[in-house]
């Protein structure tokens, strides 16, 4: 789905395991140019430094420090991945919701049942094996869980308690959705279903921000890096093997785990720059160097597909998820207020309270209309 859950956030540390190793890539490269190599689990040093205090707790749980610190890294990583930085007050707010959702699931899974924990594992083996399908190989996943500091029992065991606290929710609330009102919304929302124009393409990436702070680069490096992306270029057009050399030196982590990347024309998360240039090429055609706010791209265009109508056959299944999950989104506030109050829930840290303060009421304002599932 397009619109994750406000409440729930259960691909939170799948998403932070496939953003790092675009982390982990940038540092060996910038290692190999002789910069200083960053730490590749920034959290670990900060805990070093300053500990790992209670930041939450409730009756029969408490919340760590690191355990937040995880969840914000990964998604400043995978705001990085996508061609944004997010800026400090933003991050703020972040940290406030990512608490609230942490809370929240600990808060569902003291009510599990057994049946509740079944459905989460078997959600839970679904991620897992969609991560190793896009990871390409388990040695590969494996060593993207190795840079997150995860054993693969530790990432399944998080992701368990999430889908179990979401099958929780769902339960607890119990929201329904007839065939009727899922047909109902594929007539009244044809827009929302007309598949986009997208292309296929390899890609070159070498990235001008600091992989862990998100600050540009020193201009000498980012000078070094251009010098860099119009070398490969050269090579690329003079007939070197374009694959050969998106595995030896792009820095993006899908790199390793795909021979092409799909882009949808209009997708918010592609850098406009790269849009335009992809949409630009005809089949087999190479790029210039295109400059992006985070770095130097080459791409190639292996193929490109019209758009079309997406039948509601392949739709319905996601039609349903989607508005069941707009349903339990009304129900769910009033239920988990309740649920936090009975557990005499505490914010320890002054300024994590008001952050969690502030990402409520912002919350309880009215905001506008979900985006449709996903095609």
């Known amino acids: ?212 702070t998100q600050a540009p680069l020193t201009m000498e490096r980012q000078q070094s890096k251009h010098k860099q992306a119009e070398d490969l270029l050269k090579r690329a057009r003079a007939g070197e093997d374009f694959m050969a050399l998106v595995k030896q030196y792009s820095e993006d982590p899908t790199k390793d785990s795909t021979n092409e990347i799909i882009l949808s024309r209009g997708n918010p998360g592609i850098p406009p720059e790269l849009e335009a240039a992809a949409f630009s090429l005809t089949n087999n055609q190479i790029s210039d160097v295109i400059t992006t706010t985070i770095g130097y791209s080459i791409i190639k265009l292996a193929n490109k597909t019209p758009a079309k109508k997406v039948e509601y056959s392949t739709m319905a299944d996601k039609i349903k998820d989607y508005l069941l999950q707009q349903k339990t989104e009304k129900l769910a506030p009033a239920y988990l207020d309740k649920l936090q109050k009975d557990a005499d829930v505490q914010i320890l840290d002054a300024d994590l309270k008001a952050a969690v303060a502030a990402a409520a009421a912002a919350a309880a304002m009215p905001s506008a209309p979900a985006e449709t599932p996903e095609k």
């Not at 991050?91 to 509740?116: C, K, P, S, Y």
């Not at 070159?204 to 921000?209: G, K, P, R, V």
């Open 1 to 212: 789905m397009k619109n994750q859950m406000k409440l729930i956030f259960p691909a939170v540390f799948a998403v932070t395991l496939f953003a790092l190793p675009r982390v982990q890539a940038a540092s060996d490269n910038a290692a190999a140019v002789g910069a200083p190599a960053s730490s590749p689990k920034p959290t670990n040093a900060m805990t070093a430094l300053f500990g790992d205090p209670a930041i939450a707790k409730g009756n029969g749980f408490e919340i760590k420090r690191s355990e937040l610190d995880e969840v914000v890294t990964g998604l400043k990583s995978a705001a990085v991945a996508h061609g944004q930085v997010i800026p400090p007050a933003r991050l703020v707010q972040i940290e406030g919701q990512m608490l609230t959702r942490l809370i929240q699931v600990q808060l569902l899974f003291q009510r599990a049942t057994d049946a509740d924990k079944a459905e989460g594992a078997k959600k839970a083996g679904l991620q897992m094996a969609a991560l190793l399908e896009r990871a390409g190989s388990q040695e590969l996943l494996d060593r993207q869980m190795k840079a997150l500091g995860m054993t693969p029992d530790e990432l399944r065991a998080k992701i368990t308690q999430e889908t179990t606290a979401q099958a929780v929710l769902t339960r607890e609330l119990n929201p329904a959705v007839t065939d009727a009102e899922a047909t109902n919304f594929y007539t009244s929302h044809p827009a929302d279903f007309e598949q986009p124009e997208m292309v296929s393409i390899r890609h070159i990436f070498l990235m001008t921000l600091d992989p862990v």
